[in-house]
């Protein structure tokens, strides 16, 4: 029995004009198209890819409770996995849309993993919100033999300071409510004002400011915060 395709679509960090031509192809294409809310708020992905989404496109909300709980998560990457599988089994080719990249800190790997060998998959590529940080912040990631450290926010105190301590350049991801950790992190490390904090980058809610000059105690999902240990 010949299956739909399973297309995991990167559309980018916020600006509807980075999605990349393929991206668009794909979610044309296709008489499914998926993708995550989070905490039943409007997603992210759907309003960035909304102008190239067909009227008769049938769309699949896959609801993610932001619960400390990772059974919750789960449970619902479960039942999203088993309504895009319905898709698949009539071979209906589905996209997931994705913020950013589809496969950097991207919901769409958990349901990919449950997915993936049953059904044929492609992955679309997408701009992460790391690019576009550095294209706000006017910021050179790495020259030559430099190295990049991405890391979530999320990590332990020490953790987090051992891997800052040894990074030429570093992103923090999945600030939120952990932006004072990693500031005294940074105080400690004597890197406050080498970093520079970055919220919703390329989207018209952008936010760019020294993070010596943040007066935030929490900060949304979509920022991040760039630290270069060499000034350029």
Sequence with gaps: ????????VGVGPGDPE???VKAIK????VPVVAYISANGRPSLARQIAAEHIGGSSKEIKVTLPMHP???????AYDEGASRISAELEQGKDTAVLCEGDPL???????????????????IVPGVSSVMAAAAAAEQPLAFGA???SVLPATMP??????RLETADTAVILKLGRHIEKVRTVLE????????????????????????????SVETPYFSLILVTRQRR
């Excluded at 029995?1 to 995991?8: A, E, S």
């Excluded at 769409?108 to 049953?118: A, C, I, P, S, V």
């Excluded at 105190?157 to 051992?162: F, M, P, Q, R, T």
């Design 188 to 215: 400690t490390l004597g890197l406050v004002d080498r970093a520079i904090y970055i919220e919703r980058a390329s989207t018209s809610g952008e936010k760019l400011v020294p993070l010596a000059e943040l007066d």
């Design 1 to 8: 029995m010949i299956t739909g395709r399973l297309i995991g």
């Design 26 to 29: 794909a979610i044309r294409s």
């Design 157 to 162: 105190e020490n953790v987090l300071s051992a």
């Design 69 to 75: 709980s990772p059974e919750v998560a789960q449970s």
């Design 146 to 148: 430099e190295g990049i």
């Design 18 to 20: 980075l999605i990349t």
């Design 104 to 122: 950097f800190y991207g919901s769409f790997g958990h349901l990919l993993g449950r997915l993936h060998g049953r059904y044929p998959a492609e």
